[in-house]
């Protein structure tokens, strides 16, 4: 049965995306299977795996509304050596019109029911919002990685999550859990990126991934050209802490 994880931040512009997208290809590097699920109405992690999201025919819009079998929307070859459901802007009217639907927070979770066997991990790059695709994401998810720039107001936000994964997990998902916290965009420069960090160790301890994720160029220009750092530049910084991420998450699982 394969693992699934949301990675999810409330907050914009803390490299869900990036994390999403680089995660996956250094999984399947490692002869991990893998399926990626955009629930981003701005398609960015779709268009990161070198899919043009503007000439999709089905996306994750048609399962989550029309019920459509997720095997039918499914994109097996991707530059990241990984599945995809792939999303556009045509999921923004799936957060109004998903309101109007019977169980409408296990949407996700049900379309996956078919395929969750075939993957290792299946990760979920969720809308920088706590909105009915975040919610969908979580109750189908086992956990949520949750990345976190370090700046002056990641705590706040932090703890607002996990306020909100506990909440989800009383009502609609008792098995969620948080499965790590990923510092993104650092810079040891910095001496507020230090200070958050080492704040970060000390409220939440082992949740915290030793694997730190540096600001690196080579990160930001991949996804123009449609590929995961390790396929863009492999010999980057970005693309080996994301390899060491993978390793330190296969080995959380062991």
Not at 31 to 39: A, E, Q, R, S
Not at 45 to 71: E, P, Q, Y
Not at 210 to 232: D, F, H, K, W
Request: net charge negative; aromatic share 6%; with cysteine.
């Amino acid at each position: 049965m394969g693992k699934v994880i949301a990675i999810a931040n409330q907050k914009g512009g803390v490299g869900k995306t990036t994390t999403c997208v680089n995660l996956a290809a250094s999984l399947a590097a490692m002869d991990k299977k893998i399926l990626v699920i955009d629930c981003d109405p701005q398609g960015n992690a779709t268009m990161a795996s070198g899919i043009n999201k503007f000439s999709l025919k089905k996306t994750v819009c048609d399962v989550l509304l029309d019920g459509v079998d997720v095997r039918d929307v499914l994109i097996e070859e991707t530059n990241g050596k990984f599945h995809l459901i792939p999303s556009n802007e045509e999921l923004t009217a799936a957060e109004v019109k998903l309101l109007d639907l019977l169980a409408r927070e296990y949407k996700l979770k049900r379309a996956l029911e078919p395929i969750i066997g075939n993957y290792d991990y299946i990760l979920i790059d969720c809308p920088p919002s706590l909105n009915l695709l975040t919610v969908n994401a979580m109750c189908a998810a086992n956990s949520i990685l949750v990345p976190l720039q370090c700046e002056y107001f990641a705590l706040e936000g932090l703890t607002q999550l996990i306020d909100t994964v506990e909440q989800l997990a009383q009502a609609v998902n008792p098995t969620l859990k948080i499965e790590g916290i990923l510092r993104t965009m650092f810079d040891n420069r910095n001496r507020l990126s230090s200070d958050v960090s080492d704040e970060l160790k000390s409220n939440f301890g082992n949740l915290i991934y030793q694997t730190i994720i540096p600001r690196n160029v080579r990160l930001a220009e991949a996804p123009s050209y449609g590929r995961p750092a390790m396929y863009y530049d492999k010999s980057s910084v970005g693309s080996k802490a994301y390899l060491a991420l993978a390793a330190e998450v296969i080995e959380r699982d062991k």
